[in-house]
């Protein structure tokens, strides 16, 4: 049974920062992975790691279940970004979702979800650097009894740290010069008690709220709609119009719906 990393992507992470090399980074113990990247040592071996595994094997798993619990597409699973500016920053995506990246992880019955997004803080920063977007989920199974979802805004002041360590960090890499040792950046720390307010004299908050209550119906109208026009399109059919509207298969048969 493969999962994971091939032998030729472990390889290609020498030629770059990836997502979880970013909270080594922050926490400013660099010689054990600068060691890596020159190639003065080889990764740790993961195969024989079990919470490692079974993260690798759920992964599927947790995509799913994000998607059943919040409604949302992903996509992007398993594509390799590259920063437009800063080359050596990259990442290989567990998915994107309108607008935001998507991190799952699988940690133990005991682990608390605030910790977790901590530890995590540093990694989704850095897709989001790489993607350019503002926001990460972090996707997490808790156990096998709970499901739990952290949305994550982009931090730009940590981000700004981010990414000079990072530009730091691999300009010792280039130079082939040992690192210092250097003081670690604490993450920023997700609110745990939230304050409920009223919005009732928000003159935009009433627009919306409006719009929203009075297109809902229809909303669940077109959705329904479109999964019915696409359930007729026979698995043969390229392309299929009438009445105003076109779908069309993609190669890889995925069916798109617009107006003609």
């Not at 996509?75 to 995506?93: D, V, Y």
């Not at 010069?177 to 304050?195: D, H, N, S, V, W």
Request: charged share 25%.
């Amino acid at each position: 049974m493969n999962v994971g990393l091939t032998k030729e992507q472990i390889a290609a992470r020498k030629n770059g920062i990836g997502g979880s090399d970013a909270g080594i980074i922050m926490s400013g113990d660099w010689l054990d992975l600068w060691q890596i990247k020159v190639g003065e040592k080889e990764p740790e071996d993961l195969s024989d790691v079990l919470p490692v595994q079974i993260g690798i094997v759920t992964e599927p798993l947790n995509l799913h279940w994000f998607q059943k619990t919040t409604g949302r597409a992903i996509s992007a699973q398993g594509e390799t970004r590259t920063h437009p500016r800063f080359p050596f920053m990259r990442c290989t995506l567990d998915g994107i979702t309108d607008g935001a990246v998507v991190q799952c992880k699988h940690v133990n019955a005991f682990s608390k979800i605030e910790e977790v997004a901590q530890r995590y803080m540093a990694q989704v920063h850095h897709e989001m650097a790489v993607c350019d977007l503002p926001m990460a989920y972090l996707s997490v199974f808790v156990g096998t009894l709970t499901y739990e979802l952290v949305e994550i805004k982009r931090d730009d002041w940590y981000l700004a740290q981010l990414i000079d360590r990072e530009r730091e960090f691999w300009s010792y890499v280039e130079k082939r010069e040992p690192p210092p040792q250097q003081g670690a950046i604490a993450a920023p720390i997700l609110p745990t008690k939230f304050r409920k307010v009223d919005m009732t004299g928000n003159n935009l908050w009433s627009f919306h709220a409006g719009v929203w209550l009075e297109t809902r119906a229809d909303a669940k109208l077109f959705e329904a709609a479109a999964k019915e026009l696409k359930g007729l399109v026979e698995p043969d059919v390229g392309e299929a119009t009438g009445h105003g509207i076109a779908i069309k298969r993609s190669k890889a048969g995925a069916l798109s719906i617009k107006e003609a």
